[in-house]
């Protein structure tokens, strides 16, 4: 008892002083967040080792934090977001995003979840093109055709990753450097991808690259998303809209034949939210072509710079999914190779449309199509295309 006597009064003002600290930490930080800090300040950035790569490069893995609950882990081997949750309408938080546990299930073969794509998102058809009267030839990794990127994409590279909280939220910086002719492509390429998670729930994608020669760039996000949580499971229920009154047909290789055709009448209108199942089984060529949606949507302007593309809605969960960009075209595409090979994180396998990208970006074979904006980029200019996907429920 008298050795407990002072040892109780010695944690009582330990108390009072831990309580006084915590008080004065609170202050701080609430003068801090009136002047520069957002309370993402609060949630610190967690860096953890996700591998090695089979030359002993380590990849890690940083989960950004907003103050809201939301969480989202990208690994610095292809920028690969592995898990993102978001709530649902009960507020219960899941993962909406098709990816794996482990590197070696990366790199065994990974049909680009979650991956940042480049040098060019899409198919480049012939595996070339001509600049400035120079014939460039790239690797055919899709039948005749070049797609996200050849053989070792930004998807398969590892990235330079640092970690910050600014006031706009958790920010993660990734820089790679693509050297003159990587995959076939001129001109050495620095490339900066800021991931930034804010307190509305938003993923803000900033892409930047410059080259020291002319070069063709198209750089987008992979991510495969089911809203419902249950990773394993058809998104045939969710709702699309897109923003476009045309797109672009293709051919047997899913090139752009170069027609803008309008959507009206065709299975291909998201102009109104439908579910992706209600027309993907109609009798049509283009779907027929596309084993489903695959194909580039042409966007609407719309008055902003950042305008909305696209949004998907899980009714039962209410998950909302937004997409704005700067970028001229959305593929989206409805999960149609998965096939029920690869494992879901949530059990069970990733069965064909289990998941569905909106991928932002140029049009593909912009390099072979001069119809189509340009991809082109040049030294002394900067490379600059932003995306943001912000979820809610409704
Ligand atoms: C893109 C393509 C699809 C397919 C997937 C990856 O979305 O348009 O055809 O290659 O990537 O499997």
């Known amino acids: 008892m008298s050795i407990a006597k002072p040892s109780i009064m010695y944690a009582v003002l330990l108390l009072v002083f831990s309580i006084m600290g915590c008080k004065q930490n609170k202050k701080e930080s609430q003068s801090e967040m009136e002047t520069v800090t957002t309370e993402s300040e609060q949630n610190p950035i967690e860096e953890t080792a996700f591998g090695e790569m089979p030359d002993g490069t380590k990849v890690k893995k940083f989960t950004?934090?907003?103050?809201?609950?939301?969480?989202?882990?990208?690994?610095?081997?292809?920028?690969?977001?592995?898990?993102?949750?978001?709530?649902?309408?009960?507020?219960e938080f899941e993962d909406i995003v098709l990816g794996f546990e482990n590197l070696d299930q990366y790199l065994d073969g990974n049909p680009y979840f979650g991956a940042l794509i480049g040098r060019y998102g899409n198919r480049i058809a012939g595996g070339q093109f001509s600049l400035d009267?120079?014939?460039?030839?790239?690797?055919?990794?899709?039948?005749?055709?070049?797609?996200?990127?050849?053989?070792?994409?930004?998807?398969?590279?590892?990235?330079q990753g640092e970690a910050k909280n600014t006031s706009k939220g958790a920010v993660l910086e990734l820089t790679y450097t693509s050297k003159d002719g990587e995959e076939g492509y001129p001109g050495k390429l620095d490339v900066k991808v800021t991931y930034t998670l804010t307190d509305n729930n938003e993923l803000d994608i900033q892409y930047e690259a410059v080259t020291d020669k002319s070069t063709v760039v198209n750089l987008t996000q992979h991510s495969y998303f089911n809203l419902s949580g249950q990773l394993s499971e058809p998104v045939l229920?969710?709702?699309?809209?897109?923003?476009?009154?045309?797109?672009?047909p293709v051919d047997q290789g899913l090139i752009p034949?170069?027609?803008?055709?309008?959507?009206?009448?065709?299975?291909?209108?998201?102009?109104?939210?439908?579910?992706?199942?209600?027309?993907?089984d109609a009798q049509?060529?283009?779907?027929?072509?596309?084993?489903?949606?695959?194909?580039?949507?042409?966007?609407?302007?719309?008055?902003?710079?950042?305008?909305?593309?696209?949004?998907?809605?899980?009714?039962?969960?209410?998950?909302?999914?937004?997409?704005?960009?700067?970028?001229?075209g959305i593929q989206f595409y409805s999960g149609n190779f998965l096939d029920g090979t690869l494992p879901s994180k949530t059990g069970g396998t990733y069965v064909k449309r289990s998941g569905f990208c909106l991928e932002t970006q140029h049009?593909?074979?912009?390099?072979?199509?001069?119809?189509?904006?340009?991809?082109?980029?040049n030294p002394a200019e900067t490379y600059s295309s932003r995306t943001i996907f912000k979820?809610?429920?409704?």
């Not at 979820?391 to 409704?394: E, Q, Y």
């Open 64 to 91: 950004l934090k907003n103050n809201v609950g939301m969480e989202v882990d990208v690994i610095t081997y292809g920028g690969i977001i592995t898990r993102w949750t978001a709530p649902d309408k009960q507020g």
């Open 133 to 159: 009267g120079e014939t460039y030839k790239l690797a055919t990794n899709d039948g005749d055709n070049h797609l996200h990127g050849g053989e070792k994409g930004f998807d398969k590279v590892v990235w």
């Open 237 to 248: 229920d969710h709702k699309i809209y897109l923003n476009a009154d045309t797109y672009l």
């Open 257 to 280: 034949t170069g027609e803008f055709r309008e959507v009206v009448g065709t299975p291909f209108d998201f102009t109104e939210s439908k579910s992706i199942g209600e027309e993907i």
């Open 284 to 328: 049509n060529e283009q779907l027929g072509l596309g084993g489903g949606y695959d194909h580039c949507w042409v966007l609407n302007e719309t008055e902003k710079d950042l305008g909305l593309a696209a949004s998907a809605h899980h009714p039962e969960t209410g998950r909302f999914l937004e997409v704005y960009t700067n970028e001229p």
């Open 363 to 377: 049009y593909p074979d912009s390099p072979n199509q001069p119809d189509f904006p340009s991809v082109r980029l």
């Open 391 to 394: 979820l809610s429920t409704k």
